[in-house]
């Protein structure tokens, strides 16, 4: 779960700050589970409009992302009082850069979304660093009425190899491909309701781990 809010200065420029809430539900090799309600890193990311072919209502934007992670999140602990595993903990403790770019193109009842993602992981917990990460998306979205709109998307990540205490973790790394499939919801001028399903197309990951379905949904109130 995630709190989050905007603001806009300028019609150039957006600040955004964002707080994770992680339930984090581990089941070890010998079937003993350990569970962790916890915040997790604070992410502030600011970005700002570059080009646009018009100022009122513009069709075409090109935006550049910058941001970072901040190391809040609680460290989980073993009996032995040393930090558990990063599999333990809601994150990683560490200040970790976020930069980017996207382009968005408005063309009534359709538009399209491009972004390009970068987040540089420093060492956080227990002397573990995550792993470089990509992220590409490129998002198409339908609206036939003001209420209600229909989204189609492919999400793209590629991650480079995590370390512990400088060893390389072999279940860290390689890439992802997901499709999406989204709708947003309108009920009132100030009010946006938005579900989005992802489904793994491609999965070249390196080591033993998988990932599978996944499931957001939000609401957004404007002030």
Do not use: C
């Not at 602990?77 to 968005?104: H, K, M, N």
Request: proline share 7%; hydrophobic share 40%.
């Amino acid at each position: 779960m995630e709190l989050a809010g905007a603001y806009s200065p300028t019609d150039r420029l957006s600040l955004y700050l964002m707080m994770p809430l992680v339930h984090r539900l581990i089941t070890e090799v010998n079937l003993a589970e350990a569970s962790v309600w916890a915040p997790g890193d604070l992410d502030f990311r600011v970005r700002g409009v570059v080009w646009r072919d018009r100022k009122f209502a513009p069709r075409h934007l090109v935006s550049v992302i910058g941001g970072l992670e901040f190391p809040t999140s609680s460290i989980e602990y073993g009996p032995e009082g040393r930090p558990l595993p990063l599999e333990f903990q809601v994150g990683t403790s560490s200040w970790d850069p976020i930069a980017g770019a996207s382009y968005t193109m408005f063309m009534n009842p359709w538009s399209v979304y491009l972004a390009s993602m970068a987040i540089f992981p420093t060492t956080g917990t227990a002397d573990t660093r995550a792993s470089i990460s990509f992220r590409q998306t490129a998002l198409g979205q339908y609206q036939p009425w003001d209420f209600l709109a229909f989204q189609l998307g492919v999400e793209f990540r590629f991650d480079g190899p995590g370390y512990i205490a400088g060893v390389r973790d072999p279940n860290t790394g390689g890439n992802i491909t997901y499709g999406t499939l989204g709708i947003v919801g309108v009920p009132h001028e100030k009010v946006m309701l938005h579900a989005t399903g992802a489904i793994p197309m491609v999965q070249r990951l390196d080591g033993t781990h998988e990932e599978g379905f996944a499931f957001t949904a939000g609401l957004i109130y404007d002030i």
